[in-house]
């Protein structure tokens, strides 16, 4: 049984800093890209950034790169999403996604196979 699950969330400080972290079982780690998506009320779904969990190549929305960074650890079965530099427009719940298979599908929910439960992100003052 595949299960992702996130942690790490929290209220946070406009200019803060968090961690996301994404344990995933059930599935051999290592051979996806994996996805950091994330949701807010009111708001369109943005894709904040994948990798490629076998060669480490990382991709970014524009509106992540250079603030956010993801990376992995393919012998704990992790993913991690170092997020800087908060603002109250990064408010959402940030789910870690499996992509079906090892090519990079950008905000393409239908190849996305597994979410998890996802994690609140809260920055305000």
């Known amino acids: 049984q595949v299960q992702l699950v996130e942690s790490g969330g929290g209220l946070v400080q406009p200019g803060g800093s968090l961690r996301l972290s994404c344990v995933g079982s059930?599935?051999?780690?290592?051979?996806?890209?994996m996805y950091w998506v994330r949701r807010a009320p009111g708001k369109r779904q943005e894709y904040v950034s994948a990798?490629?969990?076998?060669?480490?190549?990382?991709y970014y929305g524009d509106a992540f790169s250079g603030r956010f960074t993801v990376s992995r650890d393919n012998a704990k079965n992790m993913l991690y999403l170092q997020m800087t530099s908060l603002t109250s427009e990064d408010t959402a719940t940030y789910f870690c996604?499996?992509?079906?298979?090892?090519?990079?599908?950008?905000?393409?929910?239908?190849?996305?196979?597994?979410w998890g439960q996802g994690t609140q992100v809260t920055v305000s003052s």
């Open positions: 996604a499996k992509g079906r298979d090892a090519y990079l599908n950008w905000d393409r929910d239908s190849e996305i196979d597994y």
């Open positions: 990798i490629n969990t076998r060669t480490g190549t990382t």
């Open positions: 059930g599935f051999a780690f290592g051979k996806n890209w």
